[in-house]
């Protein structure tokens, strides 16, 4: 029997990189994260081969994951809001490199410095690039700390095989609550063999690899529709949880933290006779425009909630594709959307209508 363990959220993902072959990490410490450095510390510091540094900088860290990346190192690093976009140009190279690995983003309000309270406003930032250039970021968005676990482990399996960074798109609150956990037994199998393309010593013949580096407008195009190419084949990975869906009045499209709210209202209109439905993405890209688009054909109404001004909106309205009228509500700074903010804008939108 597996055990359960009762762990914070920061070290769970710590823990679930170690299982998933992770033995590096470079990352500098900000709220409402740092838990995971402090975590990888500890835990790396005690396995043979394995290497953790504190960066001097969220920039230095990011150039460190290119290189161990390069090597063909299981690699990852984490961060919150400001040093997340510290760390957009390295995302970059890593991308047009097609260099594998994880990045963790525990959001905070923002922009700017901000609050060191949960939000959910660096969606754009993750989903539609971040960095300079035509790329994407594989991204996962966990909603309770065994999902942190198994999401973890799951963006390394699927950065490997798409040669492509991933990253967990968390936030504050999912970093510092504690829930039990179990961690599956890791197999190393798993792991793609990296002879193909890790760079290795060049003693005596040529590298491997050549990290890109053309200034030549059609070799770059040709580089870059090579990328583009990968992310045609990432829809068959898109990942959701749906919720009450048979025959819902209404669809409330929510992610992360903000789901679990959902699921608190959900409850609530049963006893009150209004039957809501939760569409939960759980990879934000790829998005699920399919589930969506079939629920738009079904219901009249679907609301987005989010801690932020309505970034994930666009997504549900192109998946929508007008077939539904898509209405929005969301707090923004930090602050965390209460079961009773939702309630109360369900009800007034179905009595709009």
Sequence with gaps: MVERLLMKGNEAIGEAAIHAGCRYYFGYPITPQSELTAYMARRLLKIEGAAFIQSESEIAAIN??????????????????PGISLKQEGISYLACAELPCVIVNMMRGGPGLGSIQPAQGDYFQATKGGGHGDYHLIVLAPSSVQELVD???????L?????????????????????PVQFKEFQKER???KEDWALGSCQGRKPR??????????????????????????????????????DPD????????????????????KKEGINIGLIRPITLYPFPYAVINDAANRVKQILVAEMSLG???EDVKLAANGKSKVFFYGRTGGVVISPVEIWEEVKKILNQN
């Excluded at 690899?209 to 583009?228: A, S, T």
């Design 64 to 81: 460190m994951v290119y290189g161990a990346a390069a090597a063909g190192g299981r690699v990852m690093t984490s961060s919150s809001g």
């Design 151 to 157: 999401l973890t482990i799951k963006a390394f399996d």
């Design 159 to 179: 950065a490997d095989k798409y040669r492509n960074p991933a990253m967990i798109l968390g936030d504050g609150l999912l970093g510092q609550m504690m829930e």
């Design 191 to 193: 792991i793609p063999s």
């Design 209 to 246: 690899r050549i990290v890109p580096f053309n200034l030549d407008p059609d070799e770059l195009e040709k580089i870059v529709n090579k990328i583009g190419r990968k992310y045609e084949d990432l829809p068959k990975e898109v990942q959701y949880e749906v919720v009450n869906m048979d």
């Design 250 to 269: 209404i669809v409330v499209v929510a992610y992360g933290t903000v789901a679990r709210v959902v699921k608190t209202v959900i409850q609530k209109g």
């Design 311 to 313: 970034q994930m909106v």
